[in-house]
């Protein structure tokens, strides 16, 4: 497909998700997937501040299974793809993703807010920060994980994603497609 066709097929995307990254975002996209034509390249365009990045995953892996069934599926962007949403891009092909102009882009590490309150036997005091620990060393791998797919193909490495995401990192559309993060800007 050359770029004038692609162009064409990206304005025109058959599933629009916008808002939140979370349980109503899927059933949406899967409402939306189910409804979509089943042959073609399919666009998928995503506007939100961010969310569930384990959603977001589950939207991502869905994607996948569709490409490795043989379907082309693009990525657009548009206005704000935060958090959850750069999360759900890099599960695209670097080549398969795509913003509109101005948007911005944000990458940053997951976080959690949670109070463990210690009481009871020692043995059962430890448990709970073990278990407290594991559940945080495991978002530590799967963070980690879509940082990586992030920067596959791009001119970015896993180290700069770690080095600038606690500080929020945004980017714009301009940005990302200068950092190879992007194919594009639409």
Not at 43 to 57: D, F, H, M, Q
Request: charged share 25%; with cysteine.
């Amino acid at each position: 497909m050359d770029d004038t066709d692609r162009n064409n097929v990206l304005t025109a995307p058959q599933l629009r998700l916008m808002g939140s990254v979370d349980e109503a975002m899927y059933a949406e996209f899967r409402n939306q997937l189910n409804a979509a034509p089943s042959d073609g390249p399919l666009v998928i365009a995503l506007t939100t501040l961010g969310g569930n990045p384990e959603i977001a995953r589950a939207m991502a892996d869905d994607v996948r299974l569709l490409r490795e069934a043989g379907r082309t599926i693009y990525f657009l962007g548009k206005a704000a793809v935060y958090s959850a949403g750069a999360t759900f891009m890099a599960g695209f092909p670097v080549e398969c993703r795509f913003l509109t102009r101005d948007t911005t882009l944000l990458v940053h590490e997951r976080q959690i807010q949670r109070t463990i309150s210690l009481s009871g036997p020692l043995r059962s005091c430890t448990a709970q920060l073990k278990a407290a620990l594991n559940e945080i060393e495991q978002s530590i791998a799967i963070e980690e994980a879509g940082f990586r797919s992030l920067a596959e193909g791009s001119d970015v490495d896993l180290d700069e994603i770690r080095g600038k995401a606690p500080e929020n990192w945004y980017m714009s559309s301009e940005d990302a497609r200068e950092r190879g993060l992007i194919a594009n800007i639409i």
